[in-house]
């Protein structure tokens, strides 16, 4: 029985610890959430860290409820961005400048281009369907 009693005060303090930690945890992020944000001044910022760290429990209560939503939408444009980011340079990795250049070229603009060229005679009508048929896709 003693064993029994043992395993179960082990069990019980783990789950405390971890509930601990998870909450420092999220005092932390409620933090660099308050300073992340540009909608408030400094002093907000330090007012809200001061309220977080000295009275934790109730401070993140407060700052769930009046920033919750706030901090989620401020999460989604990171999130975004970080997105952007990855995009942008597995795209630099698998194509040189001018093959960016070349996908972000409008349609539109090959076309006038070619009948540009089409109506200085620099190229031949047939020419200029290729091209025309090119930017297209």
């Known amino acids: 029985m003693d064993f029994f009693a043992n395993f179960l005060n082990i069990l019980w303090w783990s789950l405390w610890m971890t509930i601990w930690i998870m909450f420092i945890f999220l005092i932390i ?15 907000a910022k330090i007012l809200w860290t001061l309220f977080l760290v000295c009275v934790p429990v109730l401070g993140a209560l407060v700052y769930l409820l009046a920033r919750g939503r706030g901090m989620a939408a401020r999460d989604m ?13 597995t795209r630099s990795l698998m194509y ?42």
């Not at 444009?77 to 340079?89: N, T």
């Not at 076309?111 to 297209?136: F, V």
């Open 29 to 43: 992020k409620f933090v660099i959430d308050a300073w992340r944000d540009e909608g408030i001044g400094v002093l």
């Open 77 to 89: 444009a990171a999130a975004r961005g970080y997105r952007a980011e990855e995009v942008d340079y």
């Open 96 to 137: 040189d400048d001018a093959d960016i250049e070349a996908l972000t070229r409008q349609p539109s603009a090959e076309i006038a281009r070619a009948k540009a060229l089409l109506d200085s005679g620099a190229i031949t009508a047939d020419e200029y369907e290729t091209l025309k048929a090119r930017a297209l896709g």
